[in-house]
């Protein structure tokens, strides 16, 4: 009974196929097997084991080994990651545990969404915020996020430049506005990463001013994101996770009424 399974970078290897390059997607199988089992060759066996010249060996090598550099930062990023959401989430509990519920805290909060979504969203401003320090983690932060919403990267190089002059946009104000431009459906033609900085598309998104359709009413307020709480003209505060707020603006339930200073 074979008991020995290998992942490998599927999305990848679908997109070969789906742009039909059936034959390159083949290659990549295979250069991924001699990886995982240390079976190391030459371009040119590679060259005479896909039928292909030395030069088109190489160039696909090349790609290869960029794409698995890509699968290995984000295994690495979603292990940091779910050490630091289950490590955070303890600390968060033991300082909890003294005080019981919160419903002294947020007396006046009503519960906009069910507790569980609100668990499962405890993550990405903590996924995401590694190390704020350095300038590489911080993008490969929002690299990571971007492929992983479903949306072109464009050049990671190109990209990385670019975001070096955006690097003042707070971690999750830029990672709250990938999140939501993603999932925009207004928009179906969606920028690669490096001109989703060059146009400053996340400005339309990192505002704190919205209007939300609650109950059949439109309400005017302020969203906070450390808090994931709508509060109201008038006072009243709603429990709004990020990944609600995205939802809610796909179905033309939220808008953000960009302009406005919170």
Known sequence: ???NYRIYPIDYVNELIRDGKRKRAMAFMSYWHDMEMGDHHSVGFY???WSVSKSTAWDWIREFKHECDLFDDGRTLRNNAHYSYAKNST???ERSQPNGTNDSKHPNTRV???STERNERQQPNEEFNIDNN????RFENIFFIYKMNGVSTGK???ALKEYINHMQVPDKEMIRAIYLYTHDRSNNFKYN???FLTNQEYLKYISTHIRVLVNGSWISGNFDDDREVFRSSDGVEYELTVK???EKMSLGELTFEIGEVA
């Open 193 to 195: 990463l490096k001109n």
């Open 47 to 49: 060259a005479s084991a």
């Open 1 to 3: 009974m074979r008991l």
């Open 156 to 158: 990671k190089d190109e």
């Open 91 to 93: 600390e968060r509990n």
């Open 112 to 114: 906009y969404e069910d």
């Open 134 to 137: 350095n300038t590489r983690v």
């Open 244 to 246: 609600r707020l995205a």
